[in-house]
Every structure is written in structure tokens, then in C-alpha cells.
């Protein structure tokens, strides 16, 4: 973010930085907005994309190995989901048993 924000400010803080160049980048150079956008989509294109890997059409251990990840993810979700409705329960019986 810092990044986007100090690039996507020199034309602002430094107006003369980009006169030197053609015109038709100068266009786009002008706008901070123009800036700051292109550089959080590269940076963003670079950082979450490392971590990913390329999908070989064909290759079962790639499906398998999604699946995998989903059904672990899935798994999370449920016991996160029955731990928050025990809690419940247990905070409404709490507050049936304090009214009686």
C-alpha cells in the first residue's frame, strides 16, 4: 500500500518528473490515480500470485490436492460453526436459568 500511495503522489509532490516524456505517456503519467492504480494491480498480481501454483490440465494430483485443501477448509468451517452454536446453547440457557 505504501508503495502505491508514495508513486501514486509524485506527480503532486514532483510535477516536473515526467515533462521529458512522450506525450501520449505523459497522458497517463499525469494522474496520480492513473499511477497508483496500475502499480497496486502489478503489486498485487505479484504478491498473491506467487504463492499459487499453475494448474496442469490432466494431473490428478493437482485435483486431489484442491479437493484436499477445500475439505480441510470445509472441516474448519463446520467445527468453527458447532463451537459457535454450543456457545449459544450455553449463553441462552445461562440467561433462561438467571431469569427463573
Known amino acids: 500500500m505504501a508503495l ?8 503532486v509532490m514532483v510535477p516536473q518528473l515526467f515533462q521529458q516524456m512522450p506525450q501520449a505517456a505523459e497522458m497517463f503519467l499525469h494522474s496520480g490515480i492513473t499511477i ?12 498473491n500470485g ?5 494448474k496442469i490440465p490432466g494431473c490428478k494430483e493437482c485435483e486431489l490436492q ?7 477448509a470445509a472441516r ?5 460453526t458447532r463451537e459457535y452454536i454450543a456457545m449459544r446453547r ?4 445461562a440467561q433462561k436459568n438467571a431469569a427463573l
Open 36 to 47: 497508483g492504480t496500475v502499480v497496486a494491480i502489478g503489486a498485487n498480481l505479484i504478491l
Open 90 to 93: 450455553k449463553r441462552q440457557n
Open 66 to 72: 484442491e479437493v484436499n485443501e477445500n475439505s480441510m
Open 4 to 11: 502505491t500511495l508514495g508513486l501514486g503522489m509524485l506527480p
Open 50 to 54: 506467487r504463492d499459487r501454483q499453475a
Open 76 to 80: 474448519e468451517v463446520f467445527s468453527t
